[in-house]
């Protein structure tokens, strides 16, 4: 008599409702469809969307351990110009190289996430890193070697925000736990500029308080979702009220072993590792 052993469950077989997004399948049908919608979201929208990733027993273990964890985090307030790099007032002080943003969130860092929590587990599963490479057409990518930066809990409590700014990776990866009782939404302008036109008068208009383009992002709990933010504009409206915006950033790149300065550690996590 011939038994038939089944392979083991994935570490994260309970962080992820596989019957819905079968990462672990990459042979199936179902796993091709899923990369294709993924990719023509992206293709469309600058941004790819899966709701109800996490299981509701994931969100809700994360939801708990981030508030354990919340006094342990590193409360950032800065002001920042929407490209992270020195105020420019050459051309003027509402030039977009000059104007000021405001960003304050609370980070918890990767080495202060439990190798047992359900985003870690999920993280460093080749899975969901090969996944990712195929939504965006990667041949292959790497999760970060950084200590501090490769996962993060961001807590967004009343009053803080994230100000404009276009990203320096081309791309990002976020699961979010809680949106708060009000405002704290994720507002993008996708495709706003490219690699050969900056479009200063188009991103002009959005610091004025033009929304023409801004699309205003509706995020469950549990889904998440990739986001190509080096050419779209973007921001977290402030925060209003007692409950917090919660969300995990998971950090990806083409080359191995990527890290952040010892300067850029200090100022996202108030030390350097």
């Keep these: 008599m011939t038994t038939t052993t089944r392979p083991p469950a994935p570490g994260y077989g309970d962080v992820v409702d596989l019957s819905r997004y079968p990462i672990n399948d990459p042979a199936s ?20 969307q899966l709701a109800g990733f996490l299981t509701p027993p994931a969100v809700s273990e994360m939801l708990a351990l981030a508030s354990r964890l919340a006094p342990q985090g590193w409360a950032s307030d800065q002001a920042h110009t929407i490209y ?67 996962l993060e809990i961001a807590i967004f409590d009343d009053g803080d925000e994230l100000g404009w700014h276009f990203d320096n990776s081309e791309f990002s990866v976020t699961v979010m736990y809680q949106q708060p009782e009000a405002c704290g939404d994720f507002e993008y302008c996708p495709g706003l500029r490219t690699s050969h036109d900056e479009n200063y008068p188009g991103v002009q208009e959005i610091l004025r308080g033009h929304p023409g383009g801004v699309i205003r992002l509706v995020t469950s709990p ?26 995990s950033v998971l950090t990806y790149g083409e080359q191995p072993d990527m890290k952040l300065s010892k300067l850029t550690q200090e100022l996202f996590y108030g030390r350097a590792v």
Excluded: M, W
Excluded at 222 to 243: E, K, N
């Design 222 to 247: 549990g889904t998440l979702a990739v986001f190509r933010g080096q050419h779209a504009l973007h921001r977290v409206t402030p925060v209003t009220g007692p409950s917090p915006r919660i969300n």
């Design 84 to 150: 992270f790099e020195p105020a420019d007032d050459s051309g003027g002080p509402e030039h977009p190289r000059a104007a000021l943003q405001h960003s304050a969130k609370k980070a918890i860092a990767y080495d202060q996430i439990p190798a047992s929590a359900p985003i870690r587990r999920l993280y460093e599963s080749d899975d969901l890193t090969r996944f990712i490479a195929a939504v965006l057409g990667k041949p292959v990518l790497y999760r970060s070697a950084d200590p501090l930066d490769a």
């Design 29 to 48: 049908p179902a796993y091709q469809h899923l990369v294709q919608a993924c990719q023509e979201q992206l293709r469309g929208q600058g941004l790819a």
